[in-house]
């Protein structure tokens, strides 16, 4: 693991250190009636050295829609160049909302920035850039020394479907990231859901149904039912009124066309726990 | 006593009831120095008189009484009755005060050989020759001196209440040693309650010690009772002293012996020295320091620390034997240790202790085990985790330091990786750290750990004291560890710094994307003196193994207002123009 995640920091550190990752000349084309930038002059206010001029410049970039991608390499050029810290937040953002995967990159490094503003920026821009990289680079931060950085890290790679991560995540978890819980929910192969489900009882209820309801949501392709229905029988067998008012408010959310038998087990375990019991319009 | 009137002194006998009388006339201030000549003619007297080693024995202070353990491990006892001060043995009798009695017992078997009234008084100390015991009691809070001196039948024979604090006394040939005012050791005749001759002594002396069947009065230094006693003002009688060399907590030979020694053993007793005099010097070519639970070996002539043994509880009491030490711990063991610290077996006292006194007597031990090298000795007594060795272990780690050992170098990592090592303490070790010379595998390994939060290691490696190391050692294997390092949050910026100044003299082409990283992620953000510093150490190295990119991002954050102001001052000197610079400067 550990040999991996260096493997990903030297791809990291070689984007970033290479300088401009891209020339401006690679740019991708605007779409059909996507408003133009003016890429020259953006970048001559990103390499300005004015703090004020590359601002506006970001807000432009930021404010264009899809036409900002375009302008994706200056911003991460300006990422490579290093620059104080208003504008590296700024920039971070930006990158992080054009959702282009050739930001990860250019901002994985500054989840290690000593500035910790920077490095949680970095770490929620990461989730939106996507891409190996930004999992590589989220899966290191699990091991960060800021717990902010541990906790985006643990809920980004959940919603980047990291599956590698999970024993890390296990981990995590053992180690009060309760944000580990949802991703590891989001991520389980039943064999997998199965053991995070014997952590009932040793972790607090609601980090455990944080986790549960990913599981229990999931689609029957990726979290059989009989899995689900285990699930519910250990929060029934906890026999606690909290189990019993989970189910209740998952019952109620039971969507109408999901398993009939996962939701007769919720309402079969409502009923013995003495939770508030969905109705049948819920079904 | 046929000795003494044999040579004409003037010694009236007297009887108990009439004895305390004459305490006036022994302990009398106004005294006319006689040049030695009365204490010299008791020496000649009784100087040759019998006077019993006695066997080697622990008395541990227990919380029903007292429990015993003879050295050689031939036999103990228990004693039921709560003493009311440390207890003392001389010779063949250990003697205690409990319940308003002073109560004397065979050494060897505990078997009481006689009581008396202690007049609600607690033992200060006591010296015994065969046939009689003198004691010296006291308060507890000092004051109420009570000098007895009682045969074996427990017949009172001598008993004195003088004004001036007296001290721990001995007896031989049936005169009776009472060192008092902190300079007299009076003679005492115990038969006639008068004054046989007097010992000035120049320096301070609070006790009067049967060590091995000879006696010595002192209490920094000993004074031996021989031949040349009568020449003790002149300074020239057999002196016996210790190195001066300063110990954690600054220990002690002897603590006063005019003062109540409390049962349970305070920090002065586990803070404490034990040597054995032999004539004039310190019989095994070793002393011991104790402080607490690390006893320390040391040289006689110079001090120097020759072994370290940590115990598993204080040390609250000891003696130098032949052959060795013993040592007495709170948890009941008494350690008995070789004079090169090896290990020569153990005695129980049966349970743990509050106080414990130890006679090496006539007990002399064979060699132990031979003990590991200094440098691990040193690595135990680090490791013991407690706020009160800390003044120990900062002894010891400057002794540590001075070991060219590479082991050395793996402790130092230990000390300061651990997150247990206290502050001072980790700071001492990270000093030495970056003073090493050898021990570089160990170095790189150290260095090849970041701080991870999903493992133990939760301290980072010590970045900037390895870092100093490996610089000095000219170690370039060390240059990519390094590197990394540069860029993780965990380290301190005192840490980053430091590495980024190794960097600059080590570092090659294969640590500039390193560099440049940091570079780029700090030129404009550095918020520290240290991490300024650190930037521009880094710019000087990528200007070195960066290539023409390299001097380019230089140049250009050289130019660029965002750029620290401090690190842009720092950069001017290292920017090598442009080619299309060089040619209009030549133009």
């Known amino acids: 693991m550990r040999h991996r995640q260096q493997i990903g920091l030297a791809l990291v550190l070689g984007a970033l250190a290479s300088g401009l990752p891209a020339a401006v000349t690679a740019q991708p084309k605007p779409k059909a009636g996507a408003k133009a930038l003016d890429l020259a002059r953006l970048q001559a206010a990103l390499e300005s050295g004015d703090e004020k001029r590359a601002l506006e410049a970001l807000s432009t970039i930021d404010g264009a829609g899809a036409a900002g991608k375009a302008a994706a390499p200056l911003v991460q050029g300006l990422l490579a160049r290093g620059a104080n810290a208003p504008l590296l937040g700024r920039a971070i953002e930006v990158c992080g909302g054009l959702g282009v995967e050739s930001c990860s990159a250019p901002i994985a490094p500054y989840l290690r920035h000593r500035m910790p503003q920077v490095r949680r920026a970095a770490a929620k821009a990461l989730i939106d850039t996507k891409g190996p990289v930004a999992v590589r680079a989220l899966s290191a931060a699990l091991r960060s020394p800021d717990p902010q950085v541990r906790g985006i890290a643990a809920s980004g790679l959940g919603s980047l479907r990291a599956h590698d991560a999970l024993p890390d995540l296990f981990k995590a978890l053992s180690l009060k990231v309760s944000e580990a819980a949802t991703s590891i929910g989001q991520l389980c192969k039943p064999e997998e859901c199965e053991k995070f489900a014997t952590l009932l009882g040793k972790q607090p209820f609601d980090v455990m149904t944080s986790g549960f309801d990913q599981i229990l949501f999931r689609p029957t392709a990726e979290v059989p039912d009989d899995q689900k229905i285990r699930i519910v029988g250990r929060l029934r067998e906890l026999g606690t009124k909290d189990a019993g008012n989970y189910l209740a408010e998952v019952a109620s959310r039971w969507p109408a066309n999901g398993s009939k038998r996962v939701k007769q087990a919720i309402d079969g375990a409502v009923k013995a726990l003495g939770g508030r019991a969905s109705s049948e319009d819920d079904e | ?587």
Not at chain 2, 5 to 33: K, P, Y
């Open chain 2, 1 to 587: 006593m046929r000795a003494l009137a044999a040579i004409g002194l003037s010694l009236a006998a007297t009887s108990c009831s009439g004895a305390a009388s004459q305490a006036g006339r022994v302990f009398t201030a106004n005294w006319q120095n006689d040049g030695g000549k009365g204490i010299a003619a008791v020496h000649t007297a009784v100087g040759s008189a019998p006077l019993a080693p006695g066997p080697g024995l622990a008395v541990g202070v227990t919380k029903s009484g007292l429990s015993a353990a003879l050295l050689d491990g031939k036999g103990s006892w228990k004693y039921a009755g709560k003493v009311d001060a440390l207890p003392t043995i001389s010779g063949d009798v250990v003697v205690l005060t409990t319940g308003g009695e002073v109560v004397a017992l065979d050494a060897r078997t505990g078997a009481k050989l006689w009581s008396v009234s202690s007049q609600g008084r607690s033992l200060r100390g006591a010296g015994d020759d065969g046939s009689t015991t003198v004691v010296s009691l006291g308060a507890p809070g000092g004051g109420r001196s009570l000098l007895l001196a009682v045969v074996r039948d427990g017949k009172v024979t001598l008993k004195l209440e003088p004004e001036p604090e007296i001290g721990t006394p001995a007896i031989q040939g049936g005169i009776a040693f009472v060192p008092w005012s902190n300079q007299y050791v009076s003679a005492v005749d115990v038969a006639a309650g008068s004054e046989a001759g007097r010992l000035l002594l120049r320096e301070q002396v609070s006790h009067a010690v049967n060590v091995s069947g000879k006696l010595y009065f002192g209490e920094l230094s000993l004074i031996a009772f021989d031949e040349r006693i009568g020449q003790a003002t002149a300074g020239g009688a057999t002196r016996v002293t210790l190195p001066m060399r300063e110990l954690p907590g600054k220990p002690a030979w002897f603590t006063d012996g005019a003062t109540v020694q409390p049962k349970s053993g305070t920090a002065r007793e586990r803070i404490r020295l034990y040597a054995r005099p032999d004539g004039a010097a310190i019989g095994g070519g070793r002393f011991a320091a104790t402080y607490f639970r690390v006893v320390m070996g040391l040289g006689a002539t110079d001090a120097t620390l020759n072994w370290v043994v940590t115990a598993d509880s204080d040390v609250l009491g000891g003696a130098a034997a032949k052959g060795g030490f013993a040592f007495c711990t709170a948890s009941g063991q008494v350690l008995l240790r070789d004079e090169t610290g090896g290990d020569a077996g153990s005695v129980s006292l049966g349970g743990e202790v509050s106080g414990c006194v130890v006679q090496a007597g006539s007990f002399a031990l064979s060699t132990g085990k031979p003990p590991l090298p200094l440098a691990q000795q040193i690595a135990r007594a680090l490791e013991a985790r407690s706020a009160d060795m800390v003044v120990a272990q900062r002894f010891l780690l400057r002794e540590l330091g001075a070991l060219q050992d590479a082991f050395v170098t793996k402790v130092l990592i230990d000390l300061a990786e651990n997150p247990r090592t206290s502050p001072l303490l980790l700071e001492d070790g990270r000093q030495l750290l970056a003073a090493r010379r050898s021990g570089a595998e160990h170095m790189l390994e150290a260095l090849s750990k970041h701080y991870d939060f999903l493992t133990d290691t939760v301290r980072p490696p010590p970045v900037g004291p390895l870092a100093d190391a490996l610089a000095a050692m000219n170690e370039k294997r060390g240059a990519t560890l390094l590197a990394k390092h540069l860029n993780d949050p965990a380290n301190s910026a005192d840490d980053i710094q430091r590495a980024a100044r190794a960097l600059d003299k080590l570092a090659d082409s294969s640590e500039a994307d390193e560099l440049k990283t940091f570079f780029a992620l700090y030129r404009a953000t550095a918020d520290q003196k240290e991490l300024v510093s650190a930037v521009i150490s880094v710019a000087r190295a990528i200007v070195r193994v960066g290539g023409d990119e390299g001097k380019r991002i230089v140049r250009d954050a050289a130019r660029d207002p965002l750029t620290h102001p401090d690190i842009q001052a720092g950069l001017a000197p290292l920017v090598v123009p442009e080619p299309a610079d060089k040619a209009a400067q030549q133009k």
